[in-house]
């Protein structure tokens, strides 16, 4: 029955394959052959940089993904090699994208969050400068590669410690203590570009970049704060939200002219902040209960009166 | 004597008759049949006539482009710089870029970039001895234009002539030279540069598809393919202004400043019969280029069409 199952599942995914090769053969134009030539060639060059693309996969089917990819028709035909068996001789013009931002990243602290620096990077692949042209000149995609690399990092590690605590290898935080270090952890890998960054964001800033900034940003914090426990259905979803997100945008801000070692004075500023909203929270119930209490009060005046 | 007549008439009309078959074959020799503006021609003759209106119109061909297009080419030629931002150490091949716009612009630009650069790196390096400080400068003098190259390549050579004239007065003489080129049939090797531009000249090539492959051929892997030529205005109210525009005013000006009706018939013509905007792309996939966009410039006037060779 395994087997069955198994010659199946082969089954299946190669039916998933043979369209994408009948696609393929309905295109025979020279381009269809060219362009799996070209890519071929680029990607065996850079073989184990394959799987650190996979781990980028990852946030392809993020929902804040800042390339705008279109044209699903001139993808990316699939190649059978013999045997059906599937060999990934190709890269999609995606994974060649993040490919090229990721080699970019490293020119950042010279050449700031610029198209220079994107021109580099892709010389480092072994393409031409002028590669750089796909993006958009004023380093946007770039910044935004980074910060979808750095939420789908944070993910990972929430989800690890997810696990531990159900495994029982680690206590479960309580929020603000979690809060505090999700958050932490979040801000400690803009560090090496710390002298930059600012620069970064005030791109992010930019009208043109604000859907895609604000994207990322309000899915970060959701995932925080589904790894916090946060199970709420009411108002709360977005108070809380709300106010996480004012918590991280000023410990950021703290951050960028904090020169204090190991940037000592900004964690001190978030643990107040997040002691802050905690006791708001507090205060706000008993605001509420006073508030209640106050109006059954004067509706009892009323009536007697 | 009449039987004599009768058959020297014979003869004529069978010679006529074989001449225009021999014409027939030699039209099938000289290739198939191709458009020159709204006139039918073969391949072989609209290459020589083009030619022709080139030569003609080498010498007012900067003057020309600023009073029809009123001065706005240069913009077009700008933006189009501006798109492809170069970085210093770029090698650009301007195809059909006879008179040198392109060329001087790429120059004037990564220049400036290049200068930009070593400023930023001078603020970084504040506490430098004098001796850095003096092989600072020896190192920029040598490399002002940052190792960019342009190469200005042309089938025509009054268009050649009139470019170099122009490159000698203006002062360009580093990282810039002159070659004589089909762009069907390019004289480089393959994989040899960063960007291919071609600016106004497309429409002049008789085989779009083969100067599509050549310039695939000769880019670098990662290089770009930068295209701006006029295109299909789709707005009817604007096409109905451009086309009375087009065919009223400009071979008259042609006329006027030029002394060349026919050449800018021509042109406005041959305007017409270029493939719009989502045909050319089109082409350009097939050659095998990616991300193939285009920017309408002026609703569509003019339109650059960009791919890469990944």
Redesign the interface.
């Known amino acids: 029955a395994a087997a069955a199952a198994g010659c199946l599942r082969r089954a299946g995914w190669r039916l998933w394959r043979g369209r994408a090769v009948v696609r393929w053969q309905l295109y025979p ?3 269809a052959l ?2 799996s030539a ?2 071929w ?2 990607s065996n060059e850079h073989k184990k940089e394959q799987f650190a693309t996979t781990s980028q996969q990852h946030f392809d089917s993020h929902p804040a993904d800042p390339q705008p990819e279109q044209e699903p028709q ?1 993808s990316h035909p699939s190649y059978t090699g013999q045997g059906g068996q599937e060999s990934e001789d190709y890269e999609s ?1 995606e994974q ?1 994208q993040h490919r090229i931002l990721t080699a970019a990243l490293e020119f950042v602290p010279e050449h700031g969050w610029t ?2 620096a994107i ?1 580099e990077g ?1 010389k480092t ?10 993006f958009h ?1 004023d380093g946007s995609d770039l910044i935004l590669h980074f910060v979808s690399q750095c939420n789908t990092k944070l993910s990972e590690l929430l989800e690890q410690e997810q696990k531990r605590v159900q495994l029982g290898e680690a206590e479960k935080k309580p929020t603000d203590q979690f809060l505090r270090d999700a958050v932490e952890a979040r801000l400690r890998m803009v560090v090496p570009y710390i002298e930059k960054w600012p620069q970064a964001l005030s791109i992010l800033l930019l009208p043109r970049n604000i859907p895609s900034s604000l994207n990322l940003l309000t899915s970060m914090i959701d995932d925080i704060w589904h790894y916090a426990g946060d199970q709420s259905t009411d108002f709360n979803w977005y108070t809380r939200r709300a106010v996480l997100t004012g918590i991280y945008n000023t410990t950021e801000l703290v951050m960028m002219q904090d020169s204090s070692p190991d940037f000592e004075d900004t964690w001190r500023f978030l643990e107040n902040r997040v002691a802050d909203a905690m006791n708001m929270s507090d205060t706000a119930n008993q605001v509420q209960s006073t508030g209640e209490a106050v109006v059954q009060g004067l509706m009892g005046a009323a009536v007697t009166v | 004597a009449a039987g004599l007549c009768a058959y020297r008439v014979l003869l004529l009309r069978c010679g006529g008759a074989l001449r225009t078959l021999r014409g027939c074959v030699r039209g099938l020799a000289a290739g198939p049949e191709t458009h020159f503006g709204f006139q039918t021609v073969t391949e072989e003759e609209r290459r020589d006539k083009i030619y022709q209106v080139f030569e003609s119109v080498a010498k007012k061909y900067d003057v020309m482009n600023d009073s029809m297009s009123l001065g706005i080419h240069r913009v077009w030629k700008d933006i189009l710089m501006h ?5 210093p ?2 090698m650009l091949l301007d195809v059909a870029g006879g008179t040198g716009d392109i060329a001087f612009r790429f120059i004037n630009y990564v220049r400036s970039v290049r200068e930009r ?1 070593l400023q930023r790196k001078l603020k970084h390096h504040q506490n430098l001895s004098w001796q850095e400080i003096a092989e600072s400068y020896r190192e920029d003098k040598l490399r002002s234009h940052g190792d960019s190259q342009v190469v200005v390549c042309d089938i025509n050579r009054e268009m050649l002539k009139v470019g170099k004239q122009k490159a000698q007065h203006l002062g360009y003489s580093e990282g810039l030279s002159w070659v004589l080129g089909n762009a069907e049939e390019l004289p480089f090797d393959d994989d040899k540069f ?2 291919y531009t071609i600016a106004f000249g497309i429409r002049n090539v008789t085989r779009i598809d083969l100067a599509l492959q050549e310039a ?1 051929r000769v ?6 393919f930068l295209c701006l030529e006029f295109s299909h205005v789709s707005n009817p109210l604007l096409s109905r202004l451009y086309d009375l525009y087009s065919f009223q005013v400009i071979p008259v000006l042609g006329e006027v400043i030029a002394g060349d009706w026919k050449s800018y018939q021509y042109l406005v013509e041959s305007i017409r019969r270029f493939p719009p905007q989502e045909e050319l792309k089109a082409m350009i ?4 280029f ?2 193939v966009d285009y920017q309408n410039l002026n609703w569509g006037i003019v339109a650059i069409h ?1 791919g ?3």
Not at chain 1, 125 to 134: D, Y
């Open positions: 134009s020279q381009r060219q362009t070209t890519l060639r680029a001139h013009e060649l198209a220079e021109a892709a692949l072994g393409l031409s400068v002028a590669a750089a042209g796909i000149s | 798109k492809m931002n170069p970085s150490g770029t650069q960063d960007v695939y880019l670098k892997p990662g290089g770009r996939e097939d050659a095998g990616l991300k960009s890469f060779k990944l």
